[in-house]
Structures are given as structure tokens and as C-alpha cells.
């Protein structure tokens, strides 16, 4: 942490799976809608309590939030050449499940007769608990990519930037929903 106690996160994994449709309304210009599985979410670093007024303390380790959004994006695609678009438009997200998960290890903190503290590792518990209740129900964000199509393939890579705080009360105002996702998928006419 920094001076202010603060804890920065890192980026996490996670899935993205879904379908898209897209009108081509000339050769140049594209306007496609998606219904995509998400799964955002962000890591912290490891840290232990302070064991200066106890003998007990705990260390948390692969702390991470685990959020699940079905997201819609509305994108417009211009096509600088053939197979070769660029991207930007509006995403609405709705959250399905939101999930604190960390493993918490008791220490026990013995002292010597020098003085000296000794710590004992203790068992290691998995645990989980929803924040779903703390959680906006919705996100909305921008998505800005390019994608390459060939042969029906398609490869896309987008940044989306989140306008809203994810959470309901946020501190600092500053937790809103970034990621980049790539998908590789397969076009073809309906």
C-alpha cells in the first residue's frame, strides 16, 4: 500500500463468451449488437494483520473480486479494408453475481524469552462471500477495438472503459469496470 493505506489491484483473467449481429449498411460502415458472458474482476496483493497487540493474527493470500455481468454492446464499425474494421460504441451491463474470494491462514505469534517473535503457520481455509448486495446492478461503459476478419474468422480486440463505480459506495470514487478482451469467433450470414 501507499501512504494512504490504499491497496492497488491487478489485473485478473476471465471469460468472455457471447454472439454478435451486424448490419452492414454499406461497404465502409457497420452497425453491429452483441449479448456477451463477462467475467471481470481484479487481484490484490498478499498481506498479514498486525501483530503487535495480539498473539493471533491471519495472513490473506490470491485475494480477488469476481465480477459476472451479461453485457449488450451497441458498436459502429468502420471498415478501413477489406476484412479490417475499427470499433467504438456503448455497452450496457447487467451484474449476475458478485464474489469476494481469499484464502485466510492463521498465524500464531509466541514470543521468547529474548524477546524475539516467532510465528507459526496455521491452517489454510478457502473463503468466499457474495458482495453482491454492495454492487451496482448495472454497468455501462465504452468499448473502443479492432477486429480482422478471414475466411469467416474473425479476431477481435476491444478496451472497454466503465463511466460507472461499481460498487454503491465506493470511497474513492475510482473502482469502475476497465478490460480488454480479444475473441476469436466465426462469421457468417444469417
Do not use: W
Not at 43 to 71: C, W
Request: net charge positive.
Amino acid at each position: 500500500g501507499d501512504e494512504k493505506g490504499t491497496v492497488k489491484s491487478k489485473y485478473s483473467a476471465g471469460l468472455t463468451a457471447g454472439a454478435e449481429l451486424e448490419y452492414r449498411a454499406t461497404d465502409r460502415l457497420g452497425v453491429s449488437l452483441g449479448v456477451l458472458y463477462s467475467q471481470l474482476g481484479c487481484r490484490f496483493p498478499d498481506y498479514s494483520t498486525d501483530a503487535e497487540k495480539t498473539a493471533q493474527m491471519y495472513g490473506v493470500s490470491q485475494q480477488r473480486y469476481q465480477l459476472h455481468y451479461i453485457n449488450v454492446p451497441l458498436m459502429l464499425n468502420g471498415y478501413l479494408a477489406d476484412g479490417l474494421a475499427v470499433k467504438a460504441g456503448v455497452q450496457v451491463g447487467y451484474l449476475i453475481d458478485a464474489n469476494l474470494r481469499y484464502n485466510e491462514t492463521d498465524i500464531k505469534v509466541t514470543e521468547s524469552e529474548a524477546g524475539q517473535k516467532n510465528y507459526a503457520m496455521g491452517e489454510t481455509h478457502s473463503k468466499r462471500s457474495s458482495i453482491k448486495n454492495i454492487s451496482k446492478k448495472m454497468d455501462v461503459s465504452i468499448p473502443i477495438g479492432i477486429s480482422y476478419e478471414y475466411m469467416n474468422v474473425v479476431l477481435d480486440a476491444r478496451y472497454n472503459l466503465g463511466i460507472l463505480k461499481v460498487f454503491k459506495h465506493d470511497i474513492d470514487d475510482s473502482t469502475r469496470n476497465r478490460s480488454f478482451t480479444v475473441t476469436l469467433g466465426y462469421k457468417f450470414a444469417l
